[in-house]
């Protein structure tokens, strides 16, 4: 199972990029998916995910409004569509899989713990 992110780069402030996780060896439909970033010196923070079926989809409250995460079945790929890109949104964007679970709660989409499979990342740099 692989997963590979990319689409990041060199953005101004106010600019937009498109993020892709692409799969091979597994079907991105039946999983959750997750949008995280770093920075150096800090946690890996929670960005947006998509349930199981599309069901769910839930943002932190600082892109809410600005990202939005889709996907293409058919493609077996997953989109994180980040607009109005601020300088604090540089990072490095990590794509993750969470296959389906018995039991789960909506806390449990934003841990990255939880995530079984995860992408190499993409560095995203908005300059101000």
């Known amino acids: 199972v692989q997963l590979q992110a990319y689409g990041g780069g060199l953005v101004q402030a106010g600019g937009s990029l498109r993020l892709s996780c692409a799969a091979s060896?597994?079907?991105?439909?039946?999983?959750?998916v997750g949008w995280f970033r770093q920075v150096p010196g800090k946690e890996r923070e929670f960005v947006a995910v998509?349930?199981?079926?599309?069901?769910?989809?839930t943002y932190t409250d600082s892109v809410k409004g600005r990202f939005t995460i889709s996907r293409d079945n058919a493609k077996n790929t997953v989109y994180l569509e980040m607009s109005s890109l601020k300088p604090e949104d540089t990072a490095v964007y990590y794509c993750?899989?969470?296959?389906?679970?018995?039991?789960?709660?909506?806390?449990?989409?934003?841990?990255?713990?939880?995530?079984?499979?995860w992408g190499q990342g993409t560095q995203v740099t908005v300059s101000s």
């Open positions: 998509l349930s199981w079926g599309g069901g769910i989809t």
């Open positions: 993750a899989a969470m296959p389906r679970r018995d039991i789960w709660t909506a806390g449990m989409l934003t841990r990255p713990a939880e995530y079984d499979y």
């Open positions: 060896g597994r079907t991105l439909s039946r999983d959750a």
